[in-house]
């Protein structure tokens, strides 16, 4: 039952889903339901692939591609969108690592973050468009995989990195704090079972799932090395652009691998 719990603490967390009255919380909880993140991802990519699919019957590919992007940034409220612009924001000059932080704590949006989410938008959207003119089914897979794969890059960086702000004045304080193995290995095991679930209603895609895991690999490593690096740790924002980042790389990887693992 607290495992359920946990689940819920997540899903209210990231979404605008309601949940239960008997779930309550504690702040230990949102610590512990980090391992529970790509389940999220699966709702929320559920959700955006049904949109997909509805307006895809009846709209052009560019409308249906459009709604089902605003239909899942309604349902997280752009949590993850906003933490792109901030980190964008502070990491896009040469400033130092004091000032970046700063930066990011700033409410406002600068030319760096503007500039990032039209790119990042952009991109999506002509990746899904691409996808969805090439093979719908093949899209749909993409959405929901996408979204599961996409959010167990912020559990491994809450796992390989410190915090590297002010955990005490953090916004979500729990989270500014590393989550255990075992947590880590639930995260991991929701992307596999994922990847399952995946190759056995479509085997012919299994191909573009294993290059799919490792595009999203090598981005999940690149943003550790770069917030090592540039800030010696993660911030919440740099969750929320890492799960943007790993989303597109996703997307990406399935439309330039699907013409070299064609269908018959």
């Given at each position: 039952m607290h495992q359920v719990r946990l689940f819920f603490v997540a899903l209210q967390f990231f979404t605008r889903v309601p949940v239960p009255r008997w779930v309550g919380f504690e702040p230990l909880w949102l610590q512990q339901c980090a391992r529970y993140f790509p389940l999220v991802g699966a709702v929320v990519g559920g959700f955006s692939a049904l949109v997909l699919w509805g307006a895809s019957a009846v709209l052009p590919g560019p409308v249906a591609v459009g709604l089902a992007m605003a239909a899942s940034v309604w349902l997280t409220g752009g949590f993850h969108e906003d933490g792109l612009a901030d980190t964008c924001d502070g990491l896009g000059g040469a400033v130092s690592r004091d000032k970046a932080l700063a930066i990011m704590k700033d409410s406002?949006?600068?030319?760096?973050?503007?500039?990032?989410?039209?790119?990042?938008?952009?991109?999506?959207?002509?990746?899904?468009?691409?996808?969805?003119?090439?093979?719908?089914?093949?899209?749909?897979?993409?959405?929901?995989?996408?979204?599961?794969?996409?959010?167990?890059?912020?559990?491994?960086?809450?796992?390989?990195?410190?915090?590297?702000?002010?955990?005490?004045?953090?916004?979500?304080?729990?989270?500014?704090?590393?989550?255990?193995?075992?947590?880590?290995?639930?995260?991991?095991?929701?992307?596999?079972?994922?990847?399952?679930?995946?190759?056995?209603?479509?085997?012919?895609?299994?191909?573009?799932l294993l290059g799919a895991i490792v595009v999203c690999a090598g981005l999940t490593f690149y943003m550790q090395s770069m917030l090592e690096r540039r800030l010696h740790g993660y911030t919440g924002d740099t969750l929320g652009a890492t799960q943007q980042v790993v989303e597109l790389g996703a997307l990406l990887a399935f439309l330039a691998l699907a013409p070299l693992f064609p269908v018959d």
């Open positions: 406002r949006i600068g030319s760096y973050g503007a500039l990032g989410l039209i790119l990042m938008l952009g991109l999506k959207a002509t990746a899904l468009l691409g996808l969805l003119d090439s093979d719908p089914s093949l899209a749909l897979l993409a959405v929901v995989w996408a979204h599961v794969a996409s959010r167990a890059a912020p559990v491994w960086l809450l796992h390989a990195l410190p915090y590297a702000g002010d955990a005490e004045h953090a916004k979500a304080k729990p989270l500014a704090t590393q989550i255990s193995g075992p947590g880590l290995t639930v995260a991991l095991g929701l992307v596999v079972l994922a990847t399952i679930a995946g190759a056995w209603i479509t085997p012919e895609n299994v191909p573009l």
